[in-house]
């Protein structure tokens, strides 16, 4: 099963690569700029797999690049607090 199917394990799955970036000196900024690039990647390159992701890149579609940047920090805050 991928990391993508099942929206949980995805928010696992970022949630432990947030930690990490973080534990290795990562500051907020660069995480939220990495975690943009992540959600860029996924809305061109990624068929949705579950109706949570297939809303983000409904989200992500309609939204200019500042919302883009608020929809990715969002993300890390909510898998950095799950």
């Known amino acids: ?3 993508l199917s099942n ?3 995805w928010k696992e799955f970022l949630g432990d690569r947030v930690e990490q970036a973080v ?3 990562m500051s907020n900024e660069k995480v939220s700029n990495v975690a943009f690039r ?3 990647y996924l ?3 990624v068929d949705p797999k579950n109706e949570q992701e297939r809303l983000l890149q409904e989200m992500w579609n309609v939204s200019n690049e500042e919302d883009r ?3 990715a ?3 890390v805050n ?3 607090n799950h």
Request: aromatic content about 4%; overall charge negative; proline content about 0%.
């Open 78 to 80: 909510l898998v950095a």
């Open 73 to 75: 920090r969002v993300m």
């Open 69 to 71: 940047h608020a929809l």
């Open 1 to 3: 099963m991928s990391v």
């Open 23 to 25: 534990e290795a000196g």
């Open 38 to 40: 992540v959600g860029e």
């Open 43 to 45: 809305a061109d390159k």
């Open 7 to 9: 929206f949980d394990q």
